[in-house]
């Protein structure tokens, strides 16, 4: 089977760093993404890892590591903004999400 | 750059009544398509997907099926909706472009369909 875990709330202050942490069990493989979505609206593509290591976004970043089929979500200067739900999605031929970790920015 | 057009918005429908959203995709050919469904509050569900004209592949039996008439249209039916088939519907495309094999999916808006 293929599941995907994710911590279900984070919370952090404006300014803040925050990880989002994802861990994979997948028959296949070929790469974690994630993606924001905000309340009501559809979710949106943040970053994508194929291979291991870091990818870095403006003030988002990603991480993979295959061999401990791990990854996280890094969001540095936080805003009020990102206040929104992110999921980690493995892909192979279709994209399977985790259940999502909702995220809330406080002043 | 790919553009997807999901309607209606908002949909509110009688139980056993049938369904019909559609899907249709903008600056590619080829396209992966997808239906998820999200529950409130939850995550995605994967329904159906497509890899071309006809092809459709089921990843939850359940009263709706998919359609893919055209390389650029994606169509999620039920014949007699349920209570449990509220929720927020959304199609999604992945582009084929040759030799970007890592194309990232996109999302359309999504429809959200309350069952009374």
């Known amino acids: 089977g293929q599941s995907l875990e994710q911590p279900s709330e984070v919370t952090a202050v404006e300014g803040a760093i925050v990880q989002i942490n994802c861990t994979y069990q997948?028959?296949?493989?070929?790469?974690l993404s994630w993606y924001q979505q905000h309340d009501g609206g559809a979710p949106t593509f943040l970053s994508y890892n194929g291979l291991d290591g870091l990818e870095e976004t403006g003030r988002f970043s990603s991480f993979l590591s295959r061999s401990d089929s791990y990854g996280y979500l890094l969001l540095q200067e936080l805003q009020m903004k990102d206040s929104a739900s992110y999921f980690c999605?493995?892909?192979?031929?279709?994209?399977?999400f985790g259940t999502g970790t909702r995220l809330q920015v406080f002043p | 750059s790919q553009t997807i057009h999901q309607w209606p918005a908002t949909l509110v429908q009688p139980v056993g009544s049938p369904l019909s959203l559609e899907c249709t995709v903008e600056?590619?050919?080829?396209?992966?398509l997808y239906w998820y469904r999200q529950a409130a509050g939850r995550g995605l569900q994967l329904l159906f997907y497509s890899v071309g004209i006809g092809q459709i592949s089921s990843e939850v039996p359940q009263n709706l099926s998919a359609s893919r008439p055209q390389d650029r249209q994606f169509i999620l039916s039920s014949k007699k909706l349920l209570l449990s088939d509220s929720g927020f519907y959304l199609c999604?495309?992945?582009?084929?472009?040759?030799?970007?094999?890592?194309?990232?999916?996109?999302f359309g808006d999504g429809t959200r369909l309350s069952i009374l």
């Open positions: 999604a495309c992945r582009g084929t472009r040759q030799g970007k094999a890592n194309q990232p999916q996109h």
């Open positions: 999605a493995v892909r192979d031929d279709k994209l399977i």
């Open positions: 600056g590619t050919s080829n396209p992966n």
């Open positions: 997948t028959s296949g493989f070929y790469g």
